[in-house]
């Protein structure tokens, strides 16, 4: 910001911003009452789910039948432990998500409350590197959300196991 004030013909006020901002669209969603945002390219589709198509497999992991595929179901809320696994989440919204590797899971979100682009703001440099987030960013309102990053979240440990166990109930 630069400030040129000349005696008598006024004041300029000149904002300068990076030539390279990166912009992502995002969908902003909530998440036990945490604003957070998922890139739009990773999302395939949302749905309510039917009751009848959700199972329960192993020691407490879930999956949904969709279209002839068993696929793994992620509550985004206790997995960043903002809360413990909801009891029912037919009542919830999946997005249908495909990382870079065509894996697929579905991410359980309590709302979805807009499209839109966003600038985003590295953690990393200020802060050490958070599991399941890409980046975060400034919404127009003032606050900040998380930028979620479908690959991380599907790449840890219990997510890998999860996959497994899809795999044995579908054979």
Do not use: C, W
């Amino acid at each position: 910001v630069s400030i040129q004030s000349d005696p008598g013909e006024g004041t300029s006020f000149s904002i300068s911003l990076p030539l390279t901002l990166a912009v992502v669209e995002g969908m902003v969603i909530k998440v036990a009452g945490q604003t957070m945002v998922v890139p739009i390219s990773a999302i395939q589709e949302t749905l309510r789910p039917d009751p009848g198509a959700i199972q329960t497999i192993g020691a407490g992991g879930q999956v949904l039948r969709n279209r002839n595929n068993l696929v793994p179901i992620i509550d985004l809320g206790s997995f960043f432990g903002f809360r413990a696994p909801p009891a029912r989440i037919d009542d919830r919204v999946l997005l249908m998500i495909e990382t870079d590797n065509h894996q697929l899971f579905a991410l359980v979100v309590d709302e979805i409350q807009d499209q839109r682009q966003v600038v985003i703001k590295s953690l990393e440099t200020n802060y050490q590197r958070v599991g399941g987030v890409a980046a975060a960013t400034i919404l127009g309102d003032g606050r900040i959300a998380l930028i979620i990053d479908p690959d991380r979240i599907v790449g840890t440990q219990s997510m890998r196991g999860l996959a497994d166990l899809t795999l044995q109930a579908a054979e």
